[in-house]
């Protein structure tokens, strides 16, 4: 059974943070609407649902992965 744990993104350093966004921005299948955005409006849109809390970075410590979900699926993870 997965162990996830949510990791505030205030206890990442700067670099670490944007890396992960960056990843997170070029993943096949992300979608961010109608017109294509560049990979620096991606991070910034994904950090702004970070910092508001609509989105949570969650990490998986039986598999050693993280993900950024929306708040309500990731409290249902936390909660099971």
Do not use: C, I, N
């Amino acid at each position: 059974m997965a162990e996830f744990v949510r990791v505030p993104p205030q206890r990442l350093q700067g670099e670490v943070l944007q890396a992960l966004l960056e990843e997170f921005a070029s993943r096949d299948g992300t979608d961010y609407g109608e017109r294509e955005h560049t990979l620096a409006e991606k991070v910034a849109q994904l950090r702004g649902l970070l910092f508001s809390g609509e989105l949570q970075l969650l990490y998986d410590a039986d598999s050693e992965q993280w993900d950024l979900l929306p708040r309500e699926q990731a409290e249902q993870l936390l909660d099971s």
